[in-house]
């Protein structure tokens, strides 16, 4: 009785163990089928994000190009814009040059004409000076005759004769005589005067004539044109390689562990990259 006893006792705990087994094994199973699956559906979305990245850092790649061939462009078109404006102001700048330039001549050469004419009053009003002082000396002159031959008339009519007569004549003529050399010594200072007085007319005149060419305006230069504008250099694009079958890794396989995918994440680390490039350009 007990040997059936323990019989049935092992049986049943035989049995326990396969129920307990095969629950176990089923729990597994289910385990091993739920990470697969989620390997699985991560595997295929990492796979279509990293064809969205690519797709999205190619049409980058052609937007910074795009971009770059417009603000060159407008770089060239504003540079060839600066040129003409600028030959346009040396145009003008050169216009106003020549016209300030034409009328300094013109001020330069009424300038000249009026020190010429002050230097020819200067001279005819000194000339005329030293004329009336001759004109002058030659009546005080004949004045002092006169008044000698009076005297001496004088002398005659009165009986002065003798010792007495030619003491009075001598007396006259060297009065006269005295007369003459003031006179002449005034003509000669009048003569001194006038040469002094054209010296200072001619200094004057010559001082004149420098300070109007000091003014004269140089004769301008044209200026020179600017430097013809260069194109912008053009920069090249470069695309990223087209995406392998290798840069998304091997799917996952039921009942192994998957790591993360290598290959996987260096073409992200790639794309980062040239997101990072494309963005410093």
Same mark, same amino acid.
């Given at each position: 009785?007990?040997?059936?006893?323990?019989?049935? *006792?092992?049986?049943?705990?035989?049995?326990? $163990? @396969?129920?307990?087994?095969?629950?176990?094994?089923?729990?597994?199973?289910?385990?091993?089928?739920?990470? +697969?699956?989620? *390997?699985?559906?991560?595997?295929? $979305?990492?796979?279509?994000?990293?064809?969205?990245?690519?797709?999205?850092?190619? %049409?980058?790649?052609?937007?910074? %190009?795009? =971009?770059? $061939?417009?603000?060159?462009?407008?770089?060239?078109?504003? !540079?060839?814009?600066?040129? #003409?404006?600028?030959?346009?102001?040396? #145009?003008?700048?050169? +216009?106003?040059?020549? &016209?300030?330039?034409?009328?300094?001549?013109?001020?330069?050469?009424?300038?000249? !004409?009026?020190?010429?004419?002050?230097? /020819?009053?200067?001279?005819? !009003?000194?000339?005329?000076? &030293?004329?009336?002082?001759?004109?002058?000396?030659? @009546? $005080?002159?004949?004045?002092?005759?006169?008044? =000698?031959?009076? #005297?001496?008339?004088?002398?005659?009519? &009165?009986?002065?004769?003798?010792? *007495?007569?030619?003491?009075? /004549?001598?007396?006259?003529?060297?009065? @006269?005589?005295?007369?003459?050399?003031?006179?002449?010594?005034?003509?000669?200072?009048?003569?001194?005067?006038?040469?002094? /007085?054209?010296?200072?007319?001619?200094?004057?005149? #010559?001082?004149?004539?420098?300070? !109007?060419?000091?003014?004269?305006?140089?004769?301008?230069?044209?200026?020179?044109?600017?430097?013809?504008?260069?194109? *912008?250099?053009?920069?090249?694009?470069?695309?990223?390689? %087209?995406? /392998? %079958?290798?840069? @998304?890794?091997?799917?996952?396989? &039921?009942?192994?562990?998957?790591?993360?995918?290598?290959?996987?994440?260096?073409?992200?680390?790639?794309?980062?990259?040239? +997101?990072? +490039?494309?963005?410093?350009?």
């Amino acid at each position: 009785m007990s040997a059936e006893l323990y019989l049935a *006792s092992q049986v049943a705990g035989g049995f326990i $163990d @396969f129920l307990r087994g095969r629950s176990a094994r089923r729990a597994q199973e289910e385990a091993i089928q739920s990470q +697969f699956e989620y *390997s699985t559906e991560a595997y295929l $979305d990492a796979g279509e994000k990293l064809l969205a990245d690519y797709d999205y850092l190619v %049409e980058s790649v052609y937007s910074r %190009e795009r =971009n770059f $061939d417009r603000n060159r462009a407008h770089k060239d078109a504003l !540079a060839v814009q600066n040129y #003409k404006d600028q030959l346009r102001i040396n #145009k003008y700048q050169d +216009f106003l040059d020549a &016209r300030l330039y034409v009328k300094s001549e013109e001020l330069y050469g009424s300038s000249l !004409a009026m020190n010429a004419q002050e230097a /020819q009053l200067a001279d005819d !009003a000194a000339h005329l000076q &030293r004329k009336e002082l001759y004109m002058a000396a030659a @009546f $005080d002159n004949e004045n002092a005759i006169i008044d =000698n031959i009076r #005297k001496s008339g004088t002398a005659l009519a &009165r009986g002065v004769t003798g010792r *007495s007569g030619a003491k009075q /004549q001598q007396s006259q003529l060297a009065a @006269f005589g005295r007369d003459q050399a003031v006179l002449a010594a005034s003509l000669s200072s009048a003569d001194n005067a006038l040469q002094t /007085q054209l010296r200072d007319i001619d200094m004057q005149y #010559k001082q004149a004539n420098l300070a !109007a060419e000091a003014n004269r305006m140089l004769k301008p230069i044209p200026r020179p044109d600017p430097s013809i504008p260069l194109a *912008s250099p053009d920069m090249e694009f470069l695309l990223p390689r %087209e995406l /392998q %079958e290798f840069d @998304f890794g091997p799917p996952p396989v &039921r009942g192994v562990n998957t790591a993360p995918n290598p290959t996987l994440g260096f073409a992200n680390t790639v794309i980062s990259g040239l +997101f990072d +490039f494309a963005a410093a350009q």
